[in-house]
């Protein structure tokens, strides 16, 4: 399961209600919800370099990291940002330096998501994910990777060479959770554009081949594709297992 821990939508959040934690966790534990995983509100960027605004990320990140180690939520799914400009690399070492800022609490783990190829953004190129998991330390931060991102910066999901590529640069073992979307615009479109499984440009037979890998069917997966009508998003959702489990064979 994934959440917002709070506003995804502004800087500041309500503080969480002692009832709202133990609740929380007592329910986590008697439905069985494992791993539980938050992602950062929109606002903050770590790429930039304006003062104010890495000075206002560094601080978000940590107040939703110890909004996690309250709720007892594992991952937390963040955006790395826009360079504003200034080119990767400094983009790369502001997160670096932002994520050390933070101190994150121990127990949450940092999960980088992977960028679709936008104007200025970091962590499109797998080798950016793999020289930010240098920088900060592997056992310091694991990798959520989108699969309409990746489609949309350039890497082909539906050919082989997209897993050596990941486990190259980033280690398959590493990526701890996985954001399931089809893409609407063609392969490296640059466009972060999610289309429900099996209407867009990766298609079914897509799914059906990057689940066909070793160990990539059985991590944990969140579906962010566009909302449908109750009855036609069971219908995706039965279609993905259905792929998952065919895959998996």
Not at 78 to 86: A, D, K, M, P, Y
Not at 173 to 201: C, F, P, Q, T, W
């Amino acid at each position: 399961m994934q959440i917002f821990t709070g506003n995804p939508r502004g800087w500041e959040s309500r503080n969480l209600g002692t009832l709202e934690i133990s609740e929380f966790r007592r329910k986590s534990v008697e439905y069985d919800i494992s791993p539980v995983a938050a992602h950062m509100p929109y606002l903050p960027n770590l790429a930039s370099g304006n003062e104010d605004t890495r000075n206002k990320s560094v601080y978000a990140l940590r107040e939703n990291a110890d909004r996690c180690a309250a709720l007892g939520v594992r991952y937390l799914v963040l955006h790395l940002g826009s360079h504003l400009g200034e080119g990767v690399g400094k983009g790369i070492r502001n997160v670096a330096i932002g994520i050390d800022d933070a101190d994150i609490p121990n127990g949450v783990i940092p999960l980088l998501e992977n960028s679709a190829g936008q104007k200025n953004s970091v962590g499109s190129r797998l080798e950016e994910l793999g020289e930010l998991q240098d920088r900060i330390g592997r056992d310091r931060i694991g990798f959520c990777l989108d699969t309409c991102h990746l489609f949309a910066a350039g890497y082909d999901i539906r050919e082989d060479s997209v897993i050596d590529d990941i486990d190259s640069e980033i280690g398959l073992d590493n990526v701890r959770m996985l954001h399931l979307n089809d893409a609407k615009y063609e392969l490296g479109s640059g466009r972060d554009r999610h289309d429900n499984i099996g209407k867009g440009e990766i298609g079914t037979e897509g799914f059906l081949r990057f689940f066909g890998y070793a160990g990539m069917s059985g991590k944990p997966m969140i579906m962010e594709t566009p909302e449908l009508p109750r009855s036609e998003e069971l219908e995706e959702l039965r279609l993905l297992r259905k792929i998952v489990g065919m895959a998996a064979v």
